[in-house]
């Protein structure tokens, strides 16, 4: 199992603003994740973020706007940059998943932009 | 890419009955299926799950099933309790070549068993 540590839990932040949310595991993993769930909604993959390259993003999101660090396989953080109310939502990182894997959460960071 | 529909979207049931819920998938190539039960303020954790190697698998109150051929799967709770309620995904996973993989969720079933 993994334990994951996430912090912020919840932040009111303002417009134009940026926040940078940690992500610490209790184990070393190859492959971190990011997702975004917006009120009422499912996980979207935000991006993959592997230990010594560059993250992977999915369609709809770029690095400018979410910036991702992984200086070492136990630590990710997210940064959600120039912040609009629409970037409110809960932000998670996970681990594992892979080879029929179990998939662990943090508990999230529940950003609302005002 | 994948994608998993989730029906319904909420559901009511009584101190006792069951639930079910049900998604469809539509990459063949999808082979682990697990299910998870969100908590207000908490991030999803995983209940079951089911590979695609099997067709049933139950753990006390919960079961799942696969049809691989339909590519469908269901969870079921039987004798459900109030602690229950939550919102539920299901996800499936599937493997992008050179060891990446990646979930994608059903867009969750909103659980309230009522006392």
């Known amino acids: 199992s993994a334990v994951i540590s996430q912090k912020p839990s919840r932040d009111i932040c303002q417009r134009g603003t940026s926040l940078t949310i940690q992500c610490q595991v209790d184990s070393q993993v190859t492959m971190m994740f990011w997702y975004r769930q917006q009120p009422g909604q499912s996980l979207t993959l935000i991006a993959t973020?592997?230990?010594?390259?560059?993250?992977?993003?999915e369609s709809g999101f770029v690095i400018d706007k979410f910036p991702i660090s992984r200086p070492n396989l136990t630590f990710s953080t997210l940064t959600v940059s120039n912040m609009s109310p629409e970037d409110s939502s809960i932000y998670l990182c996970?681990?594992?998943?892979?080879?029929?894997?179990?998939?662990?959460f943090g508990q999230g960071t529940r950003l609302t932009v005002v | 890419g994948e994608n998993v529909e989730q029906h319904p979207s909420t559901l009511s049931v009584q101190e006792g009955d069951s639930a079910v819920i049900k998604c469809t998938y539509s990459?063949?190539?999808?082979?682990?299926f697990p299910w998870y039960k969100q908590e207000l303020g908490k991030g999803p954790q995983l209940i079951i799950d089911i590979r695609s190697n099997v067709g049933e698998k139950k753990d006390q109150r919960i079961a799942v099933t696969l049809n691989k051929t339909a590519k469908h799967f269901s969870l079921h709770i039987t004798e459900t309790q109030p602690e229950d309620s939550a919102v539920y995904f299901c996800?499936?996973?599937?493997?992008?070549?050179?060891?990446?993989?990646?979930?994608?969720f059903g867009k969750g079933t909103k659980l309230s068993v009522i006392p």
């Open positions: 996970s681990v594992g998943g892979g080879a029929g894997r179990e998939a662990f």
């Open positions: 973020a592997n230990q010594g390259s560059e993250a992977t993003y």
């Open positions: 990459d063949s190539a999808s082979n682990y």
């Open positions: 996800a499936a996973i599937q493997y992008s070549g050179a060891g990446s993989y990646q979930l994608t």
